[in-house]
């Protein structure tokens, strides 16, 4: 992972209408906090948090907040952006140690050309986005893959199929779906359409063999 550093400033004055006039100058209010560290509000330079957190690990970063005389190894925890722009507005960086397992959601990239489902007409259908592990700050992967080269219609792939890195661990359950191969709308509806006639045939000729009178026979004495 590579090292990222951010020069922090202290002392900076608090309150809605500081924290623009300090936008304008090129300046994102931040603040500092830790287990063992009180509180900090700092300022970061706008243009290199940007490029802090535009790298392949995004918000896992471990970044290196260096204020005064003092240096923290931190990751961005919550970023609050602007509501038209997008624009971070204000972070919050934790404190981490680097020999200690933390949190993190990593998205999970799928990877492979499955080639059945495609020629089924079927369509991937993702339904697990990112996955929460938990790792050594320096351990957290920028992305997790999921070969999706086999899946065929009808079939899933769960968390338990997702190849985690070595320190590297997750608390979901290992069953839970990742994509699954589904029947392209066309072809569930043709499928539907092919059921109903089918019921409605056989029920037809429900109908029909009920209504049938019943057949008589009769059998004449032998003399």
Sequence with gaps: MADITLVAESGRPTGSRA???????????????????DPIPVTVGARELRAALSTDAGLNAVVTVQVGGSSYPTMARELQRHPVRGTVV?????????????????TITLVGEAVELNRADGVLDQQLFTLAVRARPTDIPAH???????????ESLRVSDVALP??????????????????????AAAEEAEAAAGEAAAEAGEQAGAGAPAAESSGGEEG
């Design 19 to 37: 924290s623009r006039r300090l936008r304008g100058d090129g300046r994102i209010p931040a603040v500092l906090y830790g287990t063992d560290v």
């Design 90 to 106: 204000h972070v919050d960086f934790q404190v981490v140690d680097l020999n200690v397992e933390t949190h993190a959601d990593v």
């Design 144 to 154: 997790l893959e999921l070969d999706v080269s086999g899946l065929t219609v009808g």
């Design 166 to 187: 070595a320190g590297v661990h997750t608390d979901v359950d290992p069953e839970t779906v990742v994509v699954a191969g589904q029947a392209s709308r066309v072809a």
